[in-house]
């Protein structure tokens, strides 16, 4: 995959709506890994969470609210994270879904947001930045 979409089930409707057209109709097209669609059934979370982060040359995590409230979002990030640290490569973009106070955040992704540059949607250019 070139991208594992890290997001919560939540923000499913906008991840349909904008960000997969957004990244699989350009040309040549981006290879996309879903939680819904491509995690493999029977294989733990946990799993196929870390195969994902693995076998993708990115992980896009979508942060919102919702994001912040899921445990198993948590989980992606960590494992996202893991990655930067253990590859020495920075793998990771993270995109601000909406206006979320740094300080709701938990930890890790707090000091991750206050110490490399991230995407805010709906900015201008968002798309040639991504």
Known sequence: YDAFLSYSQHDLDFILQHMLPGLESRDPPFRVCLHHRD???????????????EESRRTIVVVSRNFL?????????????????????????????????VDDAPPEIKHYIKTHTYLRWGDERFWERL
Request: with cysteine; proline share 4%; charged share 20%.
């Open 69 to 101: 409230d899921s445990d198993w979002c948590q989980l992606e990030f960590q494992a996202a994270h893991a990655q930067v640290l253990r590859d020495r490569a920075n793998r990771l973009i993270m995109i601000l879904l909406e206006e979320i106070s």
């Open 39 to 53: 995690f493999i059934p029977g294989v733990p979370i946990a799993e196929n969470i870390l195969t994902a982060v």
